[in-house]
């Protein structure tokens, strides 16, 4: 057989029947569902009288609207909180194991699907949320799709799609000190663009990919989507195997056995081709800060604000200029002058185990600066609160002026109360920088958790690779 | 689903590259459960002045006389003409319910993103893809003419302009076939459940952990 790659391993095994033109009926292993993207779903089936297929592949957590603090008193949005009464009737009428806002285990749908083993290698995975991608740092096929797709999973248990292009994203190289996941991934999406990716499938990969843990892959691919690729994944190796070891849905005994042996065939062969490849050195890459209102809009934080009157191309430059005026600022300007207001350390990218230990490290003993309003920290499940409070984190943020939080999607996208005001400038370890994005009016600037913990200390952006 | 056979509708432009799912439907909007209703907060910030909540009076609040979309010219306008990577950022199926219920049917930019090109053609709407010149010079056209419409042919793959210029687009067999019919796709994807059984038996037989 031809050598293949992941993506083409992953495609293969789950395509149950392929249209002329290519259209293929692909078998979904896990549905992930949270409450805004499947109201519409549940009620469309129900309408059309029909059932779930296979209501054991799906997971159901609210996460999205719910609040971060005072969580005994529920929500207090009307709106919102029927939102997630919703989803817990919908759940409860059909079955579907769902995590509710009490429950431990709740937390962001990208972050409890790998921590609970509901996402293994090799499975496809979808969610009705752009940020699944997260889950192909497994070696699955994991992507977002929109409701009508979301009632299609629920209906048929498959989605009718086209075979991607496939695209290698090879960095090689020891990253230096200071230079996390998240950097790794803005610098790429610098390189080759929000839509660099769009029309493609990315594998991560190279030595550097492979150096990186768990959290790390995941925080790799959960930006793929901000590259414009529905879906990004990575190999499965000894980290990813090791990785889920005794989690509550991991097969055990003698399945444990037989799943690894067929973990281990998840890469992609040798002499695999690719529609095209992109490379990165690691040791070139420095700590990353976006400026604009796009992924791309990014520079290392040693850089300074682009200028405008430098871009030839006349649509990137009246959207350079849009960007710096909604951001409030002045070209050439420094990275490490921008003063921040609000600090957001949480979100699907940046809220595990060790996004916390890398801000805490940073911000273990010092205080927050006066000119910063308010920082958060939002663990992404109750899990990873409980993990850190063991390991005395949350003591660390409290006592450095941070506030500590219940965990959910909060201010990545502001659906809740954490929001910034108009104008407020906010580093943040979230995925999207896009206008009103964090609150009408908001001003983001993508960073990793160590680097919004030390603008956080300093009041402004600073290159913690110093 | 409403079916997409022949347009002719007045364009709009949006001269702006990578406008992104939050600008098309800001996230206040997505708690609704509903799927409908979404038309008066599409482009929200960008079209009124204050700052819109669900359960507001759409009519009552004040409108923002530069967006291109109030301008009275471009009332009624049915055709969206964008820049490259229109829809990126979220699966939110709302940004389409939003544009489809404000009034539009198609909209043709340099390039889309995936997953809101997909979401598009479930709800009706038809995104065209253009070579990046092409788009140019229909932004070219729109601004001489007062009031530019195109006729779009999704069985011909065909956008013809009052000069009678012919642009020709490409679109999946299936897709176009569900869209020119109005075809719920989930009805018949279930036409081939006896064979999403059997895979589903063999898959299970190869990957019992995968059903836990
Ligand atoms: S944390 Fe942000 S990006 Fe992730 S699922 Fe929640 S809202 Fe989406």
């Excluded at chain 1, 849905?249 to 529609?275: C, I, M, N």
């Excluded at chain 1, 951001?327 to 949480?346: E, W």
């Excluded at chain 2, 003419?145 to 006729?151: D, I, M, N, V």
């Excluded at chain 2, 042919?153 to 302009?161: G, K, N, P, S, V």
Aim: hydrophobic share 40%.
């Amino acid at each position: 057989m031809n050598p293949q790659t992941l993506y083409d391993k992953l495609w293969n095994s789950h395509v149950v029947r392929t249209e002329a033109d290519g259209t293929a009926l692909l078998y979904i292993d896990r549905h992930l569902v949270h409450e805004v993207t499947s109201p519409q779903a549940f009620e469309g089936l129900r309408l059309a009288g029909r059932k779930p297929w296979r209501i054991a592949s799906m997971l159901a957590v609210a996460d999205h609207n719910v609040p971060t603090s005072g969580r005994a008193q529920g929500i207090a949005d009307p709106i919102a909180r029927l939102q997630v009464e919703t989803l817990d009737e919908n759940c409860a009428a059909l079955g579907i194991n769902e995590f509710k806002m009490s429950d431990l285990r709740q937390g962001i749908v990208h972050v409890i699907g790998p921590e609970q083993g509901a996402t293994l290698p090799g499975m496809t995975v979808v969610c009705g949320d752009s940020h699944t991608s997260t889950h192909g740092a497994f070696a699955a096929l994991a992507f977002g799709i929109g409701t009508s797709e979301v009632e299609h999973v629920m209906a048929t248990q498959c989605l009718l799609m086209k075979k991607t292009k496939s695209m290698q994203v090879l960095v090689e190289g020891n990253l230096g000190r200071g230079v996390t996941a998240k950097d790794l991934v803005l610098a790429v999406i610098g390189k080759i663009g929000t839509a660099g990716g769009t029309g493609y499938s990315l594998e991560f990969a190279g030595s550097a990919v492979r150096g990186l843990s768990m959290e790390g892959r995941m925080t790799v691919c959960n930006m793929a989507i901000e590259a414009g690729a529905r879906a990004g994944m990575i190999a499965a190796d000894d980290t990813t195997i090791a990785y889920f070891k005794g989690r509550p849905f991991a097969p055990q005994g003698e399945l444990w056995d037989k799943a690894v042996a067929y973990w281990r065939t998840l890469h992609s062969d040798a002499g695999a081709q690719f529609d095209k490849v992109v490379q990165l050195d690691a040791a070139g890459i420095r700590p990353q800060v976006t400026w604009g209102t796009s992924p791309e809009m990014v520079v290392a934080v040693d850089g300074r604000v682009p200028d405008p009157a430098r871009e030839s191309d006349p649509v990137k430059r009246s959207g350079i200029e849009h960007s710096l005026k909604y951001m409030g600022l002045t070209p050439n300007t420094a990275m490490t002058d921008i003063k921040i207001d609000k600090v957001f350390i949480g979100s699907c990218t940046n809220s595990r185990i060790e996004d916390l230990r890398a801000a805490a490290d940073v911000a273990r003993g010092k205080k927050i600066a006066p000119n910063v309003k308010l920082a958060l920290v939002v663990p992404g499940s109750g899990l990873v609160k409980q993990q850190a409070e063991r390991e005395g984190l949350d003591q660390v943020f409290i006592a450095a002026g941070f506030e500590w939080r219940e965990p959910g999607c909060s201010m990545c996208l502001a659906m809740n109360d954490d929001k910034l005001e108009p104008g407020e400038r906010c580093a943040s370890t979230s995925n999207r920088n896009f206008e009103g994005r964090q609150g009408q009016g908001s001003r983001t600037h993508l960073v990793s958790p160590a680097m919004a913990a030390a603008a956080a200390i300093a009041g402004h952006f600073v290159d913690v690779s110093k | 689903m409403q079916k997409f056979t022949v347009l002719d509708g007045l364009v709009v432009p949006l001269d702006r590259a990578n406008v992104d799912t939050d600008a098309i439907i800001p996230k206040q909007f997505l708690k609704s459960i509903k799927r409908s209703g979404f038309g008066p907060n599409a482009f929200d910030e960008w079209r009124y002045l204050d700052h819109g909540e669900p359960g507001m009076d759409n009519a009552k609040r004040p409108l923002n006389p530069d967006f291109v979309l109030n301008q009275p010219r471009y009332q009624g306008a049915q055709v969206l003409l964008a820049r490259e990577n229109f829809g990126c950022g979220s699966s939110r199926e709302h940004a389409p319910w939003a544009l489809e219920d404000f009034g539009f049917r198609a909209i043709i930019a340099p390039s889309f993103a995936d997953i809101f090109f997909n979401n598009c053609f479930k709800n009706g709407l038809l995104p065209i893809r253009l070579d990046a010149a092409v788009v140019d010079a229909l932004f070219n056209a729109e601004a001489k003419a007062a009031g530019l419409r195109l006729k779009i042919d999704l069985e011909q793959q065909a956008i013809t302009t009052p000069d009678g210029t012919v642009y020709r687009f490409e679109v999946e067999a299936f897709r176009k076939h569900c869209l020119l019919n109005g075809l719920d796709d989930i009805g018949l994807t279930m036409q081939h459940g006896d064979e999403v059984k059997a895979f589903e038996a063999k898959h299970r037989a190869a990957q019992p952990w995968l059903f836990n």
